[in-house]
């Protein structure tokens, strides 16, 4: 059985908005141990649309589209799925009266534009739509299934969740997958990927996410204890520069340890240009930041317990300047990832770095 997701609108190919319900489809169906075939993008087209679900279907397979069944003249999906299903777009009777409940209560009058909406493919499953007036369906249709869903996230989400998620798993038959996310700070992808090929991965499906200035390893598995083995070779490697097993950001990670150890922490930023207070400006432990072009020194802060002050970029590498207590220290470190996102690297890494100090001196 072959999945695959299909976001239809003129306004995805411009690229006048980002499509982010596959995204947001494809993350639940993986980690809920279905295997996605493809992703693609269908213009408000019925010819298209029609060509693309007769290529899909050539084969047994799962079809989820989301947008296209609003209420104007280009909304074509709910029209082109029945003529291609020969079926007949009948008016479902139910959601008529809920729609004319639900537009009564903002003082609307029913149009004939709300009623298209209605008109849903005969033998179809109507899904219900919770903020909206356009409900979605599901269709069976030769060894294959279509479920057709709102372009609208806020709409589509809760209905895919409540009504298509399990049923998408009970199509496929999918087996719950074990994961982990290792977030690390200070190791390259190409090392980690290096490191992954001593490994024994057999059944381990991998991703690898370099990111400003961190690296996430994502690891799914259906043997608990072969994934469980995989994260104890990353922590014993790579020691507190692992900093989450559980997909955390570092700010969050960080904070919550100097909240444990009582520390405040302030940063003196030029080259960071305040992303690191950006990063920690919610969290308790936070007491200030200065942002300038100067090269103050670092015990211009009074009060905080630390004072961070990365400085001195070359290249990919730079000078940490670190104040904990009445200890002041100089590390030289190098930053991840790519020179346009310099800056937030060098604060993830300079965030991650306290982090490890932290835990190898103080915890």
């Known amino acids: 059985m072959k999945v695959y997701i299909v976001s239809i609108g003129n306004e995805l190919l411009e690229g006048s908005i980002i499509d982010t319900n596959s995204s947001y489809i494809a993350h639940r169906l ?28 050539k084969t047994e397979s799962c079809i989820i589209t989301t947008g296209g069944l609003g209420p104007t003249f280009d909304d074509i999906t709910t029209e082109t799925v029945a003529d291609f299903c020969r079926k007949e777009l009948k008016l479902n009777r139910k959601m008529y009266f809920e729609l004319i409940e639900k537009i009564k209560i903002k003082g609307i009058k029913p149009t004939i534009s709300h009623l298209k909406q209605l008109y849903l493919p005969e033998d179809s499953v109507p899904i219900k739509n919770q903020y909206g007036t356009a409900p979605g369906f599901y269709i069976k249709f030769r060894e294959s299934h279509i479920f057709s869903l709102p372009g609208v996230p806020s709409e589509m989400k809760p209905m895919f ?16 997958l074990y994961r982990v996310d290792l977030k690390i ?6 090392e980690a990927n290096r490191f992954l090929e001593t490994l ?33 070779a990353f922590v014993e490697r790579y020691g507190f520069k692992v900093y989450s097993t559980k997909d955390e950001k570092i700010e969050d990670v960080l904070a919550k ?29 936070f007491k200030e930041s200065l942002v300038s072009n100067g090269e103050a020194e670092i015990d211009i802060f009074q009060g905080a317990d630390i004072v961070a002050f990365p400085s001195n970029l070359t290249g990919n590498e730079f000078e940490l300047k670190l104040k904990v207590e009445d200890e002041l220290g100089s590390f030289k470190l190098r930053y991840l990832g790519n020179v346009n996102f310099m800056r937030k690297s060098v604060a993830k890494r300079t965030l991650g770095f306290i982090y490890e100090y932290l835990k190898e001196h103080y915890d």
């Open 30 to 57: 993986f980690i809920n141990g279905v295997n996605i075939d493809g992703i693609l993008v269908c213009p408000d087209s019925k010819e298209r649309l029609k060509k693309l679900l007769e290529d899909l279907t």
């Open 161 to 176: 969740e409540n009504h298509v998620i399990d049923k998408v798993k009970e199509i496929v038959n999918s087996q719950d």
């Open 185 to 190: 700070i200070g190791v390259a992808e190409s």
């Open 200 to 232: 024994k991965m057999d059944g381990i499906q991998v991703i690898l996410n370099a990111m400003e200035g961190e690296l996430a390893v994502r690891l799914r598995a259906k043997d608990k204890i072969a994934l469980q083995s995989i994260e104890r």
């Open 257 to 285: 340890l100097l909240d444990g150890l009582n520390f405040t922490i302030s940063f003196r930023e030029n080259i960071t240009a305040g992303i690191l207070a950006h990063l920690m400006i919610d969290k308790a432990c």
